[in-house]
């Protein structure tokens, strides 16, 4: 099971539900973050995240999936306004910054 980590805050509380029950029921699950600047990559917020991935004991896998811009011209063609289209991707720095701070590479279980 993949499950992004941006999240609605209407849905926060069904997503730590679901959480617990797979944690519970030992179902191994990978976390993808999508590293968006501005929005997802901030250091506390991914602190934050890691603390709660740490609570976790079914995490095979953590991910960090940087934004790209390649959506926008389907948009554009689509006539859909996009609320990212000024969003840049993020620096290798960051997208490291990000994996260190998520211990992406302590998470291994997938690789067995």
């Known amino acids: 099971m993949i499950i992004s980590s941006i999240i609605v805050v209407r849905d926060f509380c069904i997503l730590f539900i679901l959480f617990a ?3 519970e029921i030992k179902k191994p699950i990978w976390i993808r973050h ?3 600047p501005g929005i ?3 250091d506390e917020y991914l602190t934050q995240t890691r603390d709660f991935i740490r ?3 079914n995490v095979e896998r953590v991910e960090i ?3 790209h811009g390649l959506g926008v011209m389907k948009y554009k063609e689509l006539g ?11 620096s290798a720095e960051r997208i490291a910054n990000a994996r260190k ?3 992406c590479e302590k998470y291994d279980g997938w690789k067995k």
């Open 21 to 23: 029950y797979l944690d």
């Open 34 to 36: 999508v590293l968006v």
């Open 40 to 42: 997802t990559d901030n």
């Open 55 to 57: 609570t976790l004991h």
């Open 65 to 67: 999936l940087p934004y």
């Open 80 to 90: 859909i306004p996009y609320s990212l289209e000024e969003v840049e991707t993020p």
């Open 101 to 103: 701070i998520l211990e």
